[in-house]
C-alpha cells in the first residue's frame, strides 16, 4: 500500500484502516462489542482498561478537548500540584469545562496521589 497521510484523530492502528472501510467496519463492531456489550466488567472498567493502555501510549484517544485538558490537569498533580498552572486551568475553561469540573478534577486526582 503506497504512503496515506494519517489524520490525528484516532490511532494509528484505526487510522489505517480508515481507506478500507470494510476491515474498519469490523474494528468499530468489535470496539463497540467490547466496551459496550454485555459483560461481566462495566462499561466503566472497561472504559478503564482503554485508558490506561491509551494514557501508557501517550495518547487521548477517544477524549474531548475538554477531557484532554482535565486530563492534563489530573496528570500535572500526580506528578507535583504546583504543576497546575493559571495556563492549564484556563486551557480546561476554553475548551468548555466548568468550574464544578474542573475542581471535581483537582479533588478526585488529589484523593488518588
Known amino acids: ?37 454485555s459483560n461481566t466488567l462495566s462499561e466503566a472498567e472497561r472504559e478503564l482498561i482503554a485508558t490506561v493502555v491509551s494514557n501508557g501510549n501517550q495518547s487521548l484517544f477517544s477524549t474531548s478537548k475538554k477531557m484532554q485538558a482535565l486530563l492534563t490537569i489530573a496528570a500535572a498533580i500526580r506528578q507535583n500540584g504546583k504543576r497546575v498552572t ?22 478526585l486526582a488529589v484523593l488518588f496521589v
Open 1 to 37: 500500500m503506497s504512503h496515506q497521510p494519517l489524520e490525528a484523530y484516532a490511532p494509528g492502528s484505526i487510522r489505517l484502516l480508515k481507506p478500507r472501510h470494510d476491515p474498519g467496519q469490523s474494528i468499530n463492531k468489535l470496539t463497540q462489542f467490547l466496551l459496550c456489550g
Open 86 to 107: 493559571p495556563e492549564l486551568i484556563d486551557l480546561a475553561r476554553s475548551a468548555g469545562a466548568t468550574e464544578v469540573e474542573i475542581n471535581d478534577t483537582v479533588l
